[in-house]
């Protein structure tokens, strides 16, 4: 299959991409700073790119079977509305070009609200503390799934958790939203992103990756990943 990945050259982004290319697919890594991407295979195309450039995305996304976005911004990033401008010209670029199947990640913390079953220091101080610090974040996250959701594509939204660095992916759980795991690992989710697009898996459905397995502090994810996600 041919994939175009946007969001190629972060974290999760280069993760997913080393996944499709070990998998067998063709991909197209999309990113601002080609000369930054570690990956060479014969599979692999680096375009530059900007995700908030329609033109651009529309060159980049013609031709392919599917489309990835694993874009992402920093807590502190004054780029709020990356996510909600990027899958505005993403599924526009695809309307046109008749690529139906799409896979793109949020945030587990776009409803807002702590799962049932959580402890009460997690829905009394974690949970408001995360609100408080990527408010604006989860709001385009909500505002892009709205955009994603409002396509006729053949849709999925990933939700991922806590995200962390992980050794090897494990026995990670998708399912519905609000599920109980505060954490997933970013080679967790780069598997599921790719399972997901070349398997069609949850067409037109919003899922949650969760990892259980190896899974780190809470309190040391707090410290890393304010910094950053995807």
């Not at 195309?45 to 990835?68: E, N």
């Not at 990640?105 to 408001?128: A, D, I, N």
């Not at 026995?171 to 069609?200: C, K, N, S, W």
Request: with cysteine; charged share 20%; net charge positive.
């Amino acid at each position: 299959m041919k994939l175009v990945i946007f969001g190629a050259n972060g974290p999760t982004g280069r993760l997913t991409t080393a996944r499709a290319l070990g998998d067998g697919h063709v991909v197209t890594a999309v990113t601002r700073h080609p000369e930054e991407f570690p990956i060479t295979h014969p599979g692999l195309d680096v375009v530059r790119a900007d995700a908030l450039d329609p033109a651009a995305v529309s060159r980049v996304v013609q031709g392919h079977d599917a489309v990835i976005s694993s874009l992402g911004v920093p807590y502190k990033s004054p780029a709020v509305t990356t996510g909600s401008q990027s899958a505005r010209h993403i599924t526009a670029a695809m309307a046109e070009h008749g690529v139906r199947r799409l896979v793109c990640t949020t945030s587990t913390g776009v409803p807002m609200k702590p799962p049932p079953g959580e402890t009460l220091v997690y829905r009394k101080v974690v949970v408001p503390l995360l609100l408080r610090m990527g408010r604006p974040l989860y709001e385009d996250a909500a505002l892009m799934e709205r955009i994603v959701s409002g396509t006729d594509l053949n849709w999925t939204i990933v939700r991922p958790s806590g995200l962390f660095d992980g050794a090897a992916v494990t026995r990670y759980t998708v399912g519905a939203p609000q599920m109980i795991g505060r954490f997933t690992a970013r080679r967790d989710l780069a598997d599921a992103l790719v399972r997901e697009a070349v398997e069609h898996r949850h067409v037109r459905s919003v899922v949650e990756v969760i990892t259980t397995e190896g899974t780190p502090s809470i309190y040391r994810v707090f410290l890393k990943e304010a910094l950053r996600i995807g």
